[in-house]
């Protein structure tokens, strides 16, 4: 069984960092797409960005962009999400994903995740 497991969530101020990581316990597939998602209070969860594990290519939703950075750790099973310039709007339950690599491009890496961590928390406060 494949599990994800999310650490690094926490409380921060406004304009500071953080940094979430989440290890899968084996691969599926030869490649994935790895990713970090979000669920703020009261809303739908949106896509935050996603890593392409064979090539290093990345994708982050525009409100992240310039701010956030995802990266991976293949020999440690690793996913990471560095976050900074952290405003109260970042707050939110952050989930790790992944999924076969084939959705890895465009916006398609927000709907072809098969895996889910179970989500860390994140509060921003101003």
């Known amino acids: 069984q494949v599990q994800l497991v999310e650490s690094g969530g926490g409380s921060v101020q406004a304009g500071g960092s953080m940094t979430l990581s989440c290890t899968i316990s084996k691969y599926i597939y030869s490649a994935h797409c790895m990713g970090w998602f979000r669920q703020p209070p009261g809303k739908e969860r949106e896509g935050v960005a996603a890593?392409?594990?064979?090539?290093?290519?990345?994708f982050y939703a525009d409100s992240v962009k310039g701010r956030f950075t995802i990266s991976h750790d293949n020999a440690e099973n690793t996913v990471y999400l560095q976050m900074s310039s952290l405003k109260p709007e970042d707050t939110a339950m952050y989930f790790c994903?992944?999924?076969?690599?084939?959705?890895?491009?465009?916006?398609?890496?927000?709907?072809?995740?098969?895996?889910w961590g179970q989500g860390t928390l994140v509060t921003i406060s101003s």
């Open positions: 994903a992944a999924g076969s690599e084939a959705y890895c491009f465009g916006s398609n890496w927000r709907y072809g995740m098969e895996y």
């Open positions: 890593v392409q594990t064979s090539t290093g290519a990345t």
